[in-house]
């Protein structure tokens, strides 16, 4: 089955300062790379997909790449904030066949 | 904040009970996905329902038991509960078992 590795676990950045994590998975047919950040006692919260028919999504100060030969997917946080101390995880899907696997999660610390 | 609602939202159980976790999907979501999360872990998957029928199941012992209802709800159903079963109860809804899955603010199960 998938199996998804993250890292690194714990990341601490300077506010203003750019983020990235960064996260690998198994099975070729996964076609599917959720990210979810989720706050102390909340629960995950969405914040950018990606399925594999495209290289690069960007939300605002979040974008997500991914290298589908490599087998990896990376989330780029810029110029963050405080709020942005959370943990993040991601994740890899077959849609319409597999659950989601989620990695273990980064805990992201922005210091002010 | 999504629209997925889970009861209750803490509860503390001991060894050998038995206990039911609720979780009531976002309106028009008929696929409720069940995922457990131990402390300083990513969640894993339990089981997925699709209306009403099991549509996957996870690494997870049949005392891990559960249904979906006419109105797309859910039911997690744990017997015997051993210690390790302590963890935060979470589950997602989609609006078929390939989208995108938006999670409720879990159920935290202590058992003693």
């Known amino acids: 089955g998938e199996n998804v590795e993250q890292h690194p676990s714990t990341l601490s950045v300077q506010e203003g300062d750019s983020a990235v994590i960064k996260c690998t998975y198994s099975?070729?047919?996964?076609?599917?790379f959720p990210w979810y950040k989720q706050e102390l006692g909340k629960r995950p919260q969405l914040i950018i997909d990606?399925?594999?028919?495209?290289g690069e999504k960007k939300d605002q100060r979040i974008a997500v790449t991914l290298n589908k030969t490599a087998k990896h997917f990376s989330l780029h946080i810029t110029e963050t904030q405080p709020e942005d101390s959370a943990v993040y995880f991601c994740?890899?899907?077959?849609?319409?066949?597999?659950?989601?696997?989620f990695g273990k999660g980064t805990r992201l610390s922005v210091i002010a | 904040e999504t629209g997925v609602t889970q009861s209750p939202t803490h509860l503390i159980k001991t060894r050998g009970q038995q206990v039911t976790l609720r979780c009531s999907s976002q309106?028009?979501?008929?696929?409720v996905s069940w995922y457990q999360q131990a402390l300083g872990q990513g969640p894993q998957f339990i089981f997925q329902?699709?209306?009403?029928?099991?549509?996957g199941r996870g690494n997870f012992p049949p005392r891990f038991s559960g249904l979906q209802f006419p109105n797309y709800s859910s039911e997690l159903n744990v017997n015997a509960l051993e210690l390790d079963d302590s963890a935060l109860y979470l589950c997602?809804?989609?609006?078929?078992?390939?989208?995108?899955?938006?999670f409720g603010p879990g159920t935290r199960l202590l058992v003693l």
């Open positions: 309106s028009g979501h008929n696929t």
């Open positions: 994740a890899a899907s077959t849609e319409g066949n597999t659950p989601l696997v």
């Open positions: 997602a809804s989609s609006s078929n078992f390939q989208e995108t899955q938006y």
């Open positions: 990606i399925r594999s028919n495209v």
């Open positions: 329902y699709y209306r009403e029928e099991e549509n």
């Open positions: 099975d070729s047919a996964s076609n599917y």
